[in-house]
C-alpha cells in the first residue's frame, strides 16, 4: 500500500484475528505502535478478543482501554468484562460494570453471562 492509516492497520488485525492467528494478531499490533499509530476502539476489541481466545487476562490492554477513555464504549467495556470472567477475574468484571456509567443491554448481558458462567446465577439479576 503507498499509503496506511488507522484503518489499514485495523483491516489487518481484524483478518488476522478472525483467521485464528492470535500471536500474528499480537505482532502486528506491536508494529503498529511501533509505526507511530495509535490504537481506536477498533484495534482494542480485536485485541481484547484475542486475549479472550487465548484466556490470557492481559492487563495491559485493559488499562490501555480506560486510559484512552474507551472504557465508556459498550463495545469495548464488554469485551473487557467477558474477558475478566473467562480468566476467572470475576471481581474485575464487577468493577468494570459498576464503573461503566451508560449501562446498555450488551454491557448488562456481558455481566449477567459472567455471574451466569461462574454459578451465581442468583446475582445475575
Not at 499480537?26 to 484475542?50: C, H, W
Not at 464488554?78 to 477475574?89: M, P, R
Not at 449501562?103 to 446465577?121: E, I, N, T
Request: aromatic share 8%; net charge negative.
Amino acid at each position: 500500500m503507498e499509503e496506511v492509516d488507522i484503518v489499514s492497520w485495523n483491516s489487518l488485525i481484524s483478518g488476522c484475528c478472525k483467521s485464528g492467528h492470535e500471536d500474528l494478531t499480537l505482532k502486528q499490533f506491536d508494529q503498529m505502535r511501533l509505526a507511530g499509530y495509535s490504537p481506536d476502539e477498533f484495534t482494542l476489541s480485536n485485541l481484547i478478543a484475542v486475549c479472550t481466545n487465548l484466556r490470557n487476562l492481559d492487563k495491559q490492554i485493559s488499562a490501555l482501554c480506560v486510559k484512552m477513555g474507551f472504557i465508556s464504549n459498550s463495545i469495548v467495556s464488554t469485551t473487557v468484562i467477558d474477558l475478566s470472567s473467562k480468566c476467572n477475574a470475576l471481581e474485575d468484571s464487577v468493577r468494570l460494570f459498576e464503573e461503566v456509567e451508560l449501562r446498555d443491554s450488551l454491557v448488562c448481558d456481558s455481566m449477567v453471562s459472567s455471574y451466569a458462567r461462574h454459578g451465581f446465577q442468583e446475582d445475575a439479576y
